[in-house]
């Protein structure tokens, strides 16, 4: 839809239909229609992202896309944090209260997006490239698909931090306040440093950047074996944090990148699908894994992911010199070969 009907119909589409869908879920009762409806919520909200994205790309030039998507990122966390602290005071006086305010300001993103948004999808390439780029396209890519494989590495990784850590953590003897206490160390961090810290690592090479990021969030999560206070506990989500930090912005200018210009909507969608399949497998996979050999071998288990995923982008993103000096100033609409050499 992003790359057929443009940027702005999907975005426009997608926040009005999770409006409706969120409205209605307030409603439900019976859990087979809510498992429906719920389903229904999760297919239209994420269906803005891969749009987002590719907007952002189309608008930024590609020397400032890290620290836009950075900037975007952090935006989400801060989001999270203020939405996560005000549920809880909503729920005290209505749950249908808070899935009827989630929709009215859906509702309204979707009207800002109507009065205000203008559409970015670059129009002369689109129709030059009419039908070159369909999915078929993105699965035979083949450095882009070993980069969405690193990308669900990486995120079955970090998605223990909210299903793998409080198991664990319970299981120790540890209560829900000190895991709340512990994973709060994340938004905090995020909010905090996402801004600061991509001053720092924007101009800098993505190979390293990966790979640095993948190895600290595989043994930020392997130290969490050895933790046994939830002082300790929110040290090692200190580090998996920084590679959060560091990972998420470089692994989405990667992914603008390796996309062609027409075609962003459909690769930014499959790099979004591999943090919906880790999202997906990462409950089945820690479950088993902590009832039949314990959560010690769960950690060590992240700590092997993330040095896979660490040598999978050194040999993935190993180039020619001439290729790492290609310039990356070409403008944000430029064709797939120009957003090749700047990758």
Known sequence: MAD??????????????????????????????????????????????????????????????????????????????????AAGFIA????????????????????????????????????????????GTVLRDGRYMAVVGLSFLVALVFQQGSVGLPVAMGRAGFTAADYGFAVAVNGVLIVALQIPVTRFIEHRDPRTLLVASSLLAGYGFGLTAFAGSVGVFALTVCVWTLAEIVNA?????????????????????????????????????SGAVIDRFGAAWLWAMCAGVGTVAGIGYGVLMRRPAAERRAPESAPADADTESELSAA
């Not at 919520?41 to 836009?68: F, L």
């Open 4 to 85: 057929r009907l443009g940027r702005r119909p999907t975005l426009l589409i997608a926040q009005t239909a999770t409006a409706v869908s969120v409205a209605v879920l307030g409603f439900m009762q019976d859990p087979v229609t809510i498992a429906g409806v719920a389903f229904l919520v999760g297919m239209a909200s994420n269906a803005s992202r891969p749009a987002v994205q590719a907007m952002m790309a189309d608008i930024v030039r590609p020397e400032d896309r890290v620290r836009a998507f950075s900037l975007n990122y952090w935006a989400i966390n801060l989001g999270f944090a203020v939405s996560s602290m």
């Open 92 to 135: 005290e006086f209505s749950y249908l209260a808070g899935f009827l305010i989630e929709a009215g300001m859906t509702l309204a993103c979707a009207v800002v997006v109507f009065l205000k948004l203008p559409e970015s999808r670059p129009v002369a390439t689109a129709k030059r490239a009419e039908g070159d780029v369909g999915l």
């Open 249 to 285: 912005p470089t692994q989405t200018g990667l992914v603008v990148r390796l996309s062609p210009a027409h075609g962003r909507g459909r690769y930014q969608g499959m790099y979004t699908l591999s943090w919906s399949v880790a999202a997906l497998v990462a409950p089945l996979m």
